[in-house]
């Protein structure tokens, strides 16, 4: 399924925040949303959610346009994991992912036995069965982020829409959390994930785009389209972006505040002028 954003302006009452977007995401990609705090990456994600209506243009699933669709046919297609939840009762995780199945179920019925099996199965798929009577409030916060991102799969989607997903997380939470959502590309998924770290884009996108002041500045291949130039237009900030290699030889971007000096024996030499190597 495709995603297609079409001259879309949004925003809150008369002011648009995003303006003339249009961009197409395709199943198999993981578009990383890059911006600044402000930019309109929330106000856009609200707006294909369906909840803010836009101001011009269209958000179209598959070239249908979903203007007047009801929050449950979205719910269908499109899965939503939002920064941090906290819910006001103690539920145990399986209840929680089997919220997913919601938009699937007739009013005020209960969830059957087949709901139960796609929610054991979300929970096995991202390795965290042992969670499934845990109670939700009381495991940690990449816990409860794939806890998340299992009851978004249990909405069956073919897009998922992630809103800073590892802003609260701990340096190790951010790379499990990621590192299943590069995985979730290979379920034929389109997945649309906003973040702020250059190097979160580098490593887990197949495609960025770089949102600044409600528009587009840039869409492309991460090593193409992130530019020590245009982190400055996004951020203010001076950077620098240096290759290293890790243990496995593989090459990874990092980006460096620039004029910062790296402590001598903390990187060996690189045989290339422009690639360090990390020790790690």
Known sequence: MKLELKNLSCGYGRQNVVDGISLEINEGEV???????????????KTILGLLPPHGGEV??????????????????IGYIPQMHTPPFPFQVLDV????????IKPFASPSSRDVKIAEQALEMLNISYLRNRIYTEIS???????????????????LIMDEPTSSLDFGNQIKVLSH?????????AVLMSCHFPEHAFLYSTRVVLLNEGRILHSGPPAEAITAERLKILY???????S???????????????GY???????TPAPKSDQIYALA
């Open 31 to 45: 578009i990383g949303l890059l911006g600044a705090n402000g930019c309109g990456k929330t106000t856009l994600i």
């Open 60 to 77: 179209l699933l598959d070239g249908k346009n979903i203007k007047h669709w009801t929050s449950a046919q979205i719910a269908r297609v």
């Open 97 to 104: 992912v089997l919220m997913g199945r919601t938009a699937h």
């Open 141 to 159: 916060g990449g816990e409860r982020q794939l806890v998340l991102i299992a009851r978004a799969l249990t909405q069956q989607p073919k897009i």
């Open 181 to 189: 959502v590069k995985q979730l590309a290979g379920l034929d998924l």
């Open 236 to 242: 203010g900030v001076e950077v620098e972006i240096i």
């Open 244 to 258: 290293v290699r890790n243990r496995l030889n593989k090459e990874l971007k990092v980006c460096i505040p620039s």
């Open 261 to 267: 000096q790296i402590a001598e024996g903390d990187l």
